[in-house]
């Protein structure tokens, strides 16, 4: 099963707020699968959130190179003009750069408007690029045992640049605010199969 399989789902009210709950419910039962498999969610499993302790750092880090690893896809299609397949991977970007704003604690307000989101074009390393700000701000590095507090403020801005320059990747690819939603949904009901058949 893939988008082009799952009907037009219809978004009613904030475009953004409707994404985030959305990606809470999916991540809710990824957890469990994750936790299964030792990893992930596995290594904070119990934990409520604390920036400054290292497995949740190791987790932040991890989501930040799922966001890359999904641009880098979208990247590639969009080299060989298949813009359909790249927004798809784009949506699965914003799959993971929302699941981070969850953990993080970073709300929809934070972001902005989804609508002013789609202003201006941005190439592909400028969301990789925030991401890497971001997670230098994390400095538990599993070697260290020097602990240094994370400056939060920071952290937090820098992904939020992040989750903007990852929408503005959907305006370079001639997307807009009605359009790319709908890649995000579709790509939630493909995932939401994909948990129900143990894929």
């Given at each position: ?6 009907e037009e789902v219809r978004v009613e009210g904030d475009v953004l707020k409707a994404i985030f709950a959305r ?67 784009l949506s699965d970007a914003l799959h993971f750069a929302t699941e981070l704003c969850l953990i993080c604690k ?94």
């Amino acid at each position: 099963m893939n988008i082009d399989d799952v009907e037009e789902v219809r978004v009613e009210g904030d475009v953004l707020k409707a994404i985030f709950a959305r990606q809470r419910n999916l991540m809710n039962k990824y957890h469990v699968i994750e936790e299964k498999s030792g990893i992930g969610y596995a290594l904070v499993t119990g934990d409520s959130f604390d920036i400054n302790n290292q497995k949740w750092q190791y987790l932040c880090k991890d989501f930040a190179w799922r966001i890359t690893e999904e641009l880098t896809e979208a990247c590639e299609a969009y080299a060989k003009n298949d813009f359909h397949h790249a927004k798809e991977e784009l949506s699965d970007a914003l799959h993971f750069a929302t699941e981070l704003c969850l953990i993080c604690k970073i709300y929809p307000e934070e972001i902005g408007k989804f609508e002013d989101l789609f202003r201006e074009p941005c190439v592909w390393w400028q969301p990789v690029y925030h991401l890497g700000l971001a997670m230098n701000c994390l400095k538990l590095k599993p070697w260290k045992q020097t602990h240094v507090l994370t400056d939060s403020v920071k952290y937090k801005n820098h992904v939020i640049d992040a989750y903007r320059k990852l929408l503005g990747c959907a305006v370079l690819l001639k997307s807009n605010k009605e359009e790319f939603p709908l890649y995000y949904f579709k790509k939630a009901e493909v995932n939401a199969f994909r948990q129900r058949s143990n894929y």
